[in-house]
């Protein structure tokens, strides 16, 4: 079922979060008196980003980074409308349900790629078959678990057949990393195709193809005109996207007018400075995003493939950790309160949330407590000790990762029952590394494909989840299966706060803080604030000068 948008505004109301896009000003275009409504429709848009990408094709990439640039370049049979949550037709014409455990597709006419390919009923089937079987550990393919099969009729109509009858959620999949469509004549069937292959094939269906290609550098977007999907023709001729390795450069250029549009990632400080800069419009927009440790349960400290593995004293060390991790203090000193704490899987605001983890570790309140992380740890037969291996990740996050982590390393050592080994590696790197047991305990973000609860659960609890951590429970995923098909609302939200329930006694994951989107852009721009929207996806297109 799907969240309107004014459900998923109460994230914020609830959590009382703020995100915040911050509009720099870049001065008259034509170098004096200003210009026109028309002459800004019709400009090149400069924006920036600390965010990188991990590749181009939509198999193997699932990070923040990578979907920004693909939602410009690429097409969903569903997408939602710009200011919205709703799933509504993209490339399709229609869709609908045509029995419980069938979703029909009717496509478009006469679509074709920009090079100038057939976009028919192919593509799509092809598109889904080819994530299911690349399963690329970087890739969304785990969000498709529910397809049991894909028929074409005929070029214009898709019918998938679900495994689950009822899928509350199919319509959101289908806007969803998972759902990109991408050209059948292009792509490898079973392999990755690289960047610059993708680029010299001009391989897009989306409101910009990419003009020149300098991976994590420099790009420039060019609006193409034969687009037709729901989100129109793009409010500007065109963007260049500007890749920062030190968010401080960004704030300067936006401050500086280099940029019209920046965003993630931006420290709470540097957010803080904005605001006060007469130049600077500060925008809020809702959000789903949090901040999680993820344990290996292979090689964390008594991890099942350690020499000294045990299972009762591995869950100690995750008991303990839970114990004494203070994410207030966090969210006051690191975030100064655009972070809060989060005391679940299921961010609050989402149907089905509860707190779980507040009323299990700690002192019960919300507050750490030594004495009763020591006595997980002296009942599990632990003396001495424990060293944690923890890495964190300095850009992908912004720099304030630095300072959260520190403070987390800090909380665990000050107990005298954990030495922290804190390492950092640069998002590119950690992002597969994290998925190849290199990481024993480390930290993850998440930015939801969708505005439902089931985003939360489905891709990281089922059939290994993308966090490739070897946690496995039968129950949970009982439970999560049991929720996507259950169509009575109250029933639904038993079903996800029993999940999330069994989650906090397990604690393969650790939930630290919630936030919200965060963006900049300059004064004399235009249309920021309905690309910081319930969808969770940021659209240059809506933006002009």
Known sequence: MTKSTKALRSVIALAGVSAFALTACTGPTDGGGGSTASENASSVIAYGTTDKVVALDPAGSYDNGSFMMINQIYSFLLNSKPGGADPVPDLAESSSFTKPTEFTVKLKSDLKWANGHVLDSKDVKFSFDRQKKINDPNGPASLLTNIESIATPDASTVVFTLKQANDQTFPQILTSPAA?????????????????EIVKANAFYGQYIIDSYNKNS???????PDYKGVLGKPANAGATVKYYTDQTNMKLEVKGGQIDVANRSLSATDIDDLKKDSNVTVHVGPGGEMRYIVFNFDTMPFGAKTPEADSKKALAVRQAVADLVDRQAISDQVYKGTYLPMW??????????????KQAYGD??????????????????????????????????????????????????????????????????????????????????????????????????????????????????KLIAKQLVTADKAERE??????????????????????AQVAVSGTNVKGV???????????????SK
Do not use: C
């Open 364 to 477: 019960g309140s919300g507050n750490p407590s030594a004495d009763k992380a020591k006595k997980a740890m002296s009942d599990a037969g632990i003396t001495g000790p424990v060293t944690i291996k923890l890495q964190y990740n300095p850009d992908h996050y912004g720099n304030s990762s630095g300072d959260e982590y520190a403070m987390v390393k800090d909380q665990l050592e000050k107990s005298g029952l954990f030495s922290v080994d804190l390492q950092s590696t640069e998002w590119v790197t950690y992002n597969a590394a994290s998925k190849k047991d290199s990481y024993p305990v480390f930290q993850l973000g998440w930015f939801p494909d969708f505005s439902d609860a089931d985003n939360y659960l489905t891709p990281f609890f089922v059939g290994g989840g993308f966090m490739n951590n070897h946690y496995s429970n039968s129950e949970v995923e």
């Open 344 to 357: 679940s899987n299921v961010p609050s605001g989402f149907v089905g949330a509860n707190e779980s983890f």
């Open 218 to 224: 420099l790009v420039s977007l060019k609006a193409w």
């Open 180 to 196: 990109v469509i991408v050209d059948d004549e292009v792509f490898p069937a079973d392999k990755l195709l690289s960047d610059e």
């Open 494 to 515: 038993k079903t996800i706060q029993e999940v999330q329930n069994l989650l906090a006694k397990d604690i393969s994951t650790l939930p630290l803080l919630q936030g």
């Open 529 to 543: 604030d309905s690309t910081l929207d319930a969808s969770f996806k940021f659209r240059l297109g809506t933006v």
